[in-house]
């Protein structure tokens, strides 16, 4: 492979690590209606995957399982990806393994919540 084939690569590779940070800010914008505070520091967020090719999936959890809101957080989840990308395909699996305890807070939603 010569090195312009590596730097197209890397350039998808690059590409598509942009997009995962620009779906991370977005989803950062996502917040738990009953603590208010957003999806991403509270550590909901397991895994972000972008193929590169207009397929999101995002694996996640909620603070209980028992949410009364979950089907209202996944639904702002996908309508907050398709406002910017339309035509995205958006998978959100709800998961509760592990199971979320507090110590997943990011220190940005400690202080938030004034922990």
């Known amino acids: 492979m010569n090195s ?3 730097e197209t690569i890397k350039s998808k590779e690059e590409i598509v690590e942009i997009e ?14 009953e603590i208010e505070i957003d999806i991403v520091n509270l550590g ?20 209980t399982p028992a949410c009364p ?3 209202a ?7 907050s990806i398709k406002r910017k990308y339309p ?7 709800l998961v509760f393994e592990p199971l979320w305890h507090a110590g997943m807070i990011t220190e940005a ?4 919540l004034g922990m």
Do not use: C, R, W
């Not at 909901?44 to 959890?61: H, P, R």
């Open 4 to 6: 312009t084939n590596k």
């Open 44 to 63: 909901l967020i397991y895994e972000l995957d972008y193929n590169g090719k207009k397929n999101v999936d995002i694996q996640m959890t909620l603070s």
């Open 87 to 93: 035509d995205f395909k958006i998978s959100v699996k």
């Open 109 to 112: 939603g400690k202080i938030m």
């Open 73 to 79: 957080i996944v639904a702002s989840v996908k309508e």
């Open 69 to 71: 809101l979950s089907d």
């Open 20 to 33: 995962i940070d620009i779906i991370e800010n977005i989803l950062s914008h996502v917040m738990d209606p």
